[in-house]
């Protein structure tokens, strides 16, 4: 059954870094884009990050663009999620979730709408 499993969350001092993992079975990543997504209380669903198979390419939302990093690790069949200058308006849960192709494939990534499997989510806390 396809299953897609985030790990890594956790407490972290504002400016701090945390990695989180998107570990993928069922399936391999080859065929399909892994996006990043974050919801915190009261908050829409932000689309956070988007990385494409095949090819690889990779897609940011405006308000982590320069500190935050998506990769791909298809030997470990895993999507990582590298976050740097944590502030606290990064604290949400964070979620994981996969759609065929390319993130530019209908109508685009950002509002998560084509993404038909999700992952359980991880709590990220930015707090001193």
């Known amino acids: 059954q396809v299953q897609l499993v985030e790990s890594g969350g956790g407490l972290v001092q504002p400016g701090g870094s945390l990695r989180l993992s998107c570990a993928a079975s069922?399936?391999?990543?080859?065929?399909?884009?892994i996006g990043w997504f974050r919801q915190a209380p009261g908050k829409e669903r932000e689309g956070v990050s988007c990385?494409?198979?095949?090819?690889?390419?990779?897609y940011y939302g405006d308000s982590v663009k320069g500190r935050f990093t998506i990769s791909r690790d298809n030997a470990k069949n895993t999507v990582y999620l590298q976050m740097s200058s944590l502030n606290t308006e990064d604290t949400a849960v964070y979620y994981c979730?996969?759609?065929?192709?390319?993130?530019?494939?209908?109508?685009?990534?950002?509002?998560?709408?084509?993404?038909?499997?999700w992952g359980q989510g991880t709590q990220v806390t930015v707090s001193s």
């Open positions: 069922g399936f391999t990543l080859d065929a399909w884009a």
């Open positions: 979730a996969r759609t065929r192709g390319k993130c530019t494939y209908y109508g685009g990534w950002r509002s998560g709408l084509v993404f038909g499997s």
């Open positions: 990385i494409s198979s095949s090819d690889g390419s990779t």
